[in-house]
Every structure is written in structure tokens, then in C-alpha cells.
């Protein structure tokens, strides 16, 4: 392309022939393929690796509290077996064969036994453990998602404006060198544009590759290829901070939060860790039962033959521990500084999602006012270049001004359509940071994408 051909256009009109080929181009891809923000995170939720594994891991502590009751329901066992026996004397009255068979069914139901009760508290306390865990991860992942699916639009968007301020430069360019070429202008005018326009076409390059980087990263993220995010509908709307009050959100985590229940529920594991210690020192008390029969020679002199015999057995088993080596006082120790490492553990997590919590708060108070700030600058940007345009017709502006006034538009164009997915985003992680997270909170951010 001939630079020196490219005709002189506003840079409104250029703007509204790039974005009107960019919307004819975003339709087609909408039309085949696509995907809003609720879409892709439920085929995320279908393919991460990471939820997957939380969630994986929440069905095995399901298992670990059942397999830790059976601790005190009834045993049942049953036992057999059978020998041949071959006599050979030297005086051969006692010679010859025979064979025993005997089983034994017998069962023990737990009558008195601590630790197997309280280890059966605390395996359902690790299933609370894990399905805080499992909810985390569902958070992680929608804001995840949500992230991967703006970081593809914010660098379509990057993309879209570097090759709107491409095309800007080279008309400046044009024109720059036809005002050299009839003697209105210097050469340092057109080499000031050359030198511009090398620029755009270096960050254009960059920003290709960074929309291929983020494509992947979506791609990979979700289990698809080729993903095609839909952009925000412009003009956009921010749905408000509500509540509006950062106390609000700290009340709505309160004791729920994941992270607190976590580590609420490992202080009170701890806490039967050291009643289980305790319990070192107490009795245990079983009721057993047994039923036998065998079948065997006789061992009574004058009864030939086989003899069969039946055993049934009903009672109660006590066992009283007396003496482990001080093995119990020395557990006992050992949990009560783990139980007070726990308590320290919680009282640190509610400290976390305090400051968390807050931090996220004001982190979108302040987007919301950087977005009304760059909106006020995107028009203050697009007069200071039409003022700078005239100028430079009149000749009280040089090109370079006209230049910077274009760099300046389309950063600010560029700042703003980052700050408007940060503070979408930032909602979520408000919600993230109070605990209150869930995948329906991504139905008013799909609301505002293109249909």
C-alpha cells in the first residue's frame, strides 16, 4: 500500500469504518461460534483440572466418614477350617487316618468405645472441611473464567484500537507528505509520522501475539479450541456496587466464609484429637457373641467314630488400659499445643478475610471511578485531537501534536475498555472475598454481552 495514496479522512470516520467492519466481523463469529460468559464457564467446570480434583476429593472424605462409623456399628466374622491327620506306629495299634472341620461365626457390637465415637465426629467434620474446599474451588473457577474470557476481549480490544491508531497515523502520514511535497510543511513533519506510524505497526505485532496468547490460555482453560468470547454491548452499563457500605460485605461473610469454616472446623478436629488422647487412660466395652461347630474324632476312649459339637457364646469384654509408658500424658500434651495452633489458624483466617474483604471493596469503588474519569478523558481526548487537526490546517499546530493527540485517544479508549472488565470482575471477587460466590452471579455480566 502506497502511503502517499491514502486519502485524507477524519478520524471519527476512520473510527466508525473500523468499528462498523469490527461489528459486521463480531456478528459473523456470534452467529457460528460464539460463546457467552455462563457458556464457557459451565464447559471450565466440565474440564478443570483443579475443580475437578476438589471435587474428586470431596466424594473421598464422603467414603472417610463412613468408613470412620464403622467404628461403632456391629463386626461379623466368620471362620473355618479342616485338617487330615495320618498316624504310622511302630506297633501299628494306633494306625490309620482322620480329619476335623469346624466354623465359627462370631460378632462384637461396641458398647463403650470414645475414640472410635470421636473419630467419628471428626470424619464428619473433614467432609465440612472438604465441601468448603469444593466451594472454593467453585469460586476460584468462576473468577477463573471470568477472567480468561476479559483478558480476550481486553486484548481484542488493544488490537482493534492499535490498528484504528494504524490507520490514523498512516492518513497523518499522507497527509504530512503531500504538505512537504507543495512546500506547507517541513520534512520533519513526515518523518515524525514515519517514525510513528513504524511504532503502531511494532505494537500492532504485539498485540496480535497477545490476543493469540489469550486465546490459548481460554482455550486450554475451558477444554475447547478457536473460543470466541462475546464482546460488551456498547454503551455499557455498570450494574452499581450494592451494598454500598464495605461493613455490609464483612457482615455478609461472617463465620460462613469458606476459609473460616475450614479453619473453624480443624480447631474443633483438634479439640477431639485431645479428647481422643484423653481417652487413652478409659475402658472400652464390648458385648461378643459367638456360635462354633466342628466335626472331629473322639477323644473318648470307648466312643468311635466322629463327633460333632456345637459352641455358642454370649458376653460382655472390658478393657482397661493401666499403663502406656506415659504414651497418653505425652499425646495429651502434643494436641493441646495443636489445638491452640488451630485456634491461632482461625483467628488468622477471619483477619484474611477481613482485610480481603475490604480490599476488594475499595478496589471497585475506586474502578467505578477510574471508568467515569476515562470516560469524561475519551471526550476530552477526542476534542483535544479535533482541536489539534485544525490547527494543523491553519498552521498553529505542528504534526507531532496531532500525533500525540492520536496516542492519547486511543490509549485512553484502550485504558477505558480495561477498567470497565476490571470493575466486572472485581465484583466478583467482592463476592470471592465475602464468601458469598456462586455461578449465578455471572447471569447479570452475561446480560451485558452481545446476544
Known amino acids: 500500500m502506497n502511503l502517499l495514496s491514502v486519502p485524507s479522512l477524519p478520524v471519527r470516520s ?141 486484548a481484542q480490544d488493544t488490537l482493534t484500537f492499535v490498528q484504528a491508531q494504524k490507520t490514523a497515523v498512516s492518513e497523518q502520514l499522507a497527509a504530512a507528505q503531500r504538505n512537504f511535497e507543495v512546500g506547507t510543511a517541513t520534512v520533519t513533519d513526515a518523518r515524525e ?67 473460616i469454616v475450614q479453619a473453624r472446623r480443624n480447631l474443633e478436629i483438634a479439640q477431639l484429637e485431645t479428647g481422643k488422647a484423653e481417652a487413652g487412660h478409659k475402658p472400652t466395652v464390648d458385648l461378643v457373641a459367638s456360635y462354633g461347630t466342628s466335626r472331629a474324632p473322639s477323644s473318648i476312649q470307648g466312643i468311635p467314630g466322629n463327633v460333632r459339637t456345637n459352641t455358642g457364646s454370649v458376653g460382655v469384654q472390658l478393657n482397661l488400659p493401666l499403663f502406656a509408658g506415659f504414651a497418653v500424658q505425652n499425646r495429651i500434651k502434643e494436641t493441646l499445643a495443636l489445638e491452640e495452633k488451630a485456634r491461632n489458624d482461625l483467628e488468622g483466617a477471619r483477619r484474611g478475610v477481613d482485610q480481603a474483604a475490604r480490599s476488594a471493596f475499595f478496589g471497585v469503588v475506586s474502578g467505578q471511578g477510574q471508568v467515569k474519569a476515562l470516560e469524561a478523558a475519551e471526550a476530552s481526548s477526542q476534542s483535544a485531537l479535533d482541536a489539534n487537526r485544525l490547527g494543523y490546517q491553519v498552521g498553529v499546530r505542528i504534526n507531532i501534536d496531532v500525533l500525540n493527540a492520536q496516542s492519547q485517544l486511543f490509549q485512553t479508549k484502550r485504558d477505558l475498555a480495561q477498567a470497565r472488565y476490571n470493575v466486572l470482575l472485581g465484583n466478583l471477587r467482592l463476592r470471592q472475598a465475602a464468601g458469598v460466590l456462586t455461578p449465578d452471579d455471572l447471569r447479570p455480566i452475561n446480560s451485558l454481552l452481545s446476544q
Open 14 to 154: 476512520v473510527l466508525r469504518q473500523i468499528a462498523a467492519a469490527g461489528l459486521l466481523a463480531l456478528g459473523g463469529v456470534t452467529q457460528v461460534q460464539a460463546q457467552s460468559l455462563l457458556e464457557l464457564y459451565q464447559a471450565a467446570r466440565d474440564f478443570d483440572a483443579t475443580y475437578l480434583a476438589a471435587r474428586a476429593q470431596f466424594d473421598a472424605s464422603q467414603a472417610q466418614a463412613d468408613q470412620a462409623r464403622a467404628g461403632l456399628l456391629p463386626q461379623v466374622g466368620l471362620g473355618a477350617g479342616a485338617s487330615w491327620n495320618n498316624r504310622d506306629s511302630s506297633n501299628n495299634l494306633l494306625d490309620g487316618s482322620s480329619s476335623s472341620r469346624t466354623a465359627t461365626l462370631s460378632a462384637s457390637q461396641p458398647l463403650y468405645r470414645p475414640v472410635a465415637k470421636l473419630t467419628d465426629e471428626q470424619a464428619t467434620l473433614t467432609r465440612d472441611i472438604a465441601q468448603a474446599r469444593l466451594t472454593q474451588a467453585e469460586q476460584d473457577l468462576v473468577v477463573r473464567t471470568t477472567q480468561a474470557y476479559f483478558d480476550v476481549l481486553a
Open 193 to 259: 509520522a514515519q517514525a510513528r506510524f513504524d511504532l503502531v505497526v511494532a505494537q500492532e505485532i504485539a498485540a496480535e501475539n497477545d490476543l493469540r496468547v489469550k486465546k490459548l490460555a481460554l482455550d486450554q482453560l475451558v477444554g475447547r479450541s478457536n473460543t470466541a468470547p462475546r464482546p460488551l454491548v456498547l454503551p455499557v452499563n455498570l450494574p452499581p456496587l450494592s451494598p454500598a457500605d464495605p461493613q455490609a460485605w464483612l457482615n455478609m461473610a461472617g463465620e460462613q466464609h469458606p476459609s
